[in-house]
């Protein structure tokens, strides 16, 4: 194997390495929440105590679709094709509903849904580049 193949693997290796420690904490942080919240449904019967009601059916699908999209990272360290795809797919779907539902952020509040769907999308971009480059190593040995 020449030596070129070889930095091409281990850069590929670090970059896998990479987004696996990043969505650490994004997995971690949303299980926090999950539980959290069975665990007060469990306990008093109602998930949220602070919901409002009568709000629209689409202020649900964000948080759903951030969940799925995490799922998604979990999912990438065992197929990194899959998984970061159903990151993006789930991340593109919660930009379009910004885009769509929400009029475009005008301080500095306003960008925070925009960052955080920036941080929790950015591991799959990565599993997926991943994907690429040992497909691109397959097809050219």
């Not at 159903?86 to 509903?97: E, G, K, Y």
């Not at 910004?98 to 929790?120: C, K, N, S, T």
């Amino acid at each position: 194997m020449s030596k070129s193949v070889k930095t091409n693997e281990r850069i590929t290796k670090n970059i896998r390495w990479l987004a696996r420690i990043l969505s650490v904490p994004i997995i971690l942080y949303v299980l926090l929440m999950f539980v959290g919240y069975a665990v007060n449904w469990i306990t008093t019967g109602t998930a949220d105590p602070h919901a409002v009601e009568n709000y629209p059916l689409i202020d649900n699908l964000p948080p759903i679709f951030l969940f799925l999209a995490t799922l998604g990272l979990g999912v990438a360290w065992f197929k990194e094709k899959l998984g970061g795809m159903i990151n993006i797919i789930f991340c593109v779907a919660v930009l379009l509903i910004f885009l769509i539902h929400e009029p475009m952020p005008q301080d500095f509040r306003d960008v925070a849904p925009y960052l955080i769907l920036a941080i929790i999308a950015f591991p799959g971009i990565l599993f997926l580049f991943c994907w690429w480059r040992s497909q691109n190593k397959k097809i050219h040995h």
